[in-house]
């Protein structure tokens, strides 16, 4: 409840619901998918090509099973958590090699993938030229990549960006 801010009321309709999809409690990727497309009510084509990395990012232990803790902070964070609570698991998306920063490379493979799903057009730029102008604008130290603070901090700055990076916002 502390890290959701959601009543005990809502928490067991959602655990209810957890187990009638998954009865051993854990969620592999398909059930995830499917359970998570269930709570959106997402209309949103192609989810598979993001929902590894949605995955990899709410699986927070490694085990490559989501438990229903993991489920309901992850959710709850990225559907009704503070604009900082949904970049930071954002910035978990982009992180794939979870070196605690962004590489080129790992942003332009999400951004991909990202407007791929979403239909966010690119300004009739590249993903690539868009990583570039991203990286441009939040990596303060200028070495190539970003850390947990540079991304949070620049897309609180830049709604742009913000809307581009973060699957989780609606600004």
């Not at 868009?130 to 990596?139: K, R, V």
């Not at 070495?143 to 620049?154: A, H």
Request: hydrophobic share 35%.
């Amino acid at each position: 409840m502390k890290q959701t801010h959601l009543t005990p009321h809502v928490i067991q309709g959602w655990y209810r619901e957890f187990l009638s999809i998954c009865p051993t409690g854990q969620l592999n990727k398909q059930q995830f998918i499917k359970f998570y497309n269930q709570l959106e009510n997402s209309s949103t084509k192609n989810v598979e090509k993001i929902a590894e990395d949605v995955f990899q990012a709410f699986d927070r232990n490694g085990n490559n099973r989501i438990d229903f803790n993991e489920f309901l902070i992850a959710y709850a964070l990225t559907s009704i958590g503070d604009p900082v609570e949904k970049l930071s698991y954002a910035f978990s998306l982009f992180d794939k090699d979870h070196s605690d920063t962004i590489e080129p490379n790992e942003m332009i493979d999400l951004l991909d993938k990202l407007c791929s799903i979403t239909g966010r057009r690119t300004r009739n730029q590249s993903t690539a030229t868009l990583a570039c102008d991203i990286f441009h604008a939040l990596d303060i130290d200028h070495n190539q990549k970003l850390t947990r603070d540079e991304f949070i901090n620049g897309c609180l700055k830049n709604d742009f960006i913000r809307c581009m990076l973060s699957p989780f916002e609606r600004i």
